[in-house]
């Protein structure tokens, strides 16, 4: 069973307006034998996400595996400008959408995750750590919110360790 969540719906687009939807998503994890449950939810929103991470206790009783995949900056990033002519107002909430959303959607699911031993967060980014640690990403704000999921993960791992739980990073690639 996988809740697919996120701010774009059939019914209603992100600001990023991406074509996918979550009932998308949820739709090709059905076709694929598993059960896709479609839940629209904004990671920046804290009580959307205690709404969401109370519904799967209350029908799955258990959360073994959380993907924070959670973005939509890339139309904020403005390629190659310093941090005095990047816009502030873009730049900060392109890591709200990169940091806070991990950040909240941790906040009230790692109870759930860690309930049972063997729970795994997943943090999602591009570029591993060594190539990030050796390259400048485009602009400060891009730059951020791309390291910080992989810095997120070493600390989830710290912290989901003595309840028998574990966090990695994964790039999938560009």
Avoid: C
């Avoid at 799955?60 to 107002?89: C, F, M």
Wanted: proline share 5%.
């Amino acid at each position: 069973t996988v809740y697919v969540t996120g701010r774009t719906t059939r019914d209603r687009r992100s600001e990023y307006g991406r074509p996918e939807t979550i009932e998308d998503t949820a739709d090709l994890v059905t076709a694929a034998g598993g059960t896709g449950i479609a839940v629209p939810t904004d990671h920046l929103v804290p009580e959307e996400v205690e709404r969401l991470v109370a519904r799967i206790d209350a029908e799955q009783g258990r959360l073994d595996v959380l993907v924070n995949d959670i973005w939509g900056g890339e139309y904020l990033a403005e390629w190659e400008k310093p941090v005095w002519e990047h816009s502030l107002t873009g730049g900060l909430r392109m890591l709200r959408l990169a940091i806070d959303t991990h950040l909240v959607t941790a906040r009230y699911a790692f109870p759930l995750l860690i309930r049972r031993p063997g729970g795994l967060a997943v943090e999602v980014t591009d570029g591993t750590a060594e190539y990030n640690a050796d390259h400048y990403r485009l602009n400060v704000y891009y730059d951020l919110a791309k390291i910080a999921p992989i810095r997120l993960a070493l600390s989830w791992a710290h912290e989901l360790g003595p309840h028998g739980a574990t966090a990695v990073a994964l790039t999938p690639g560009w």
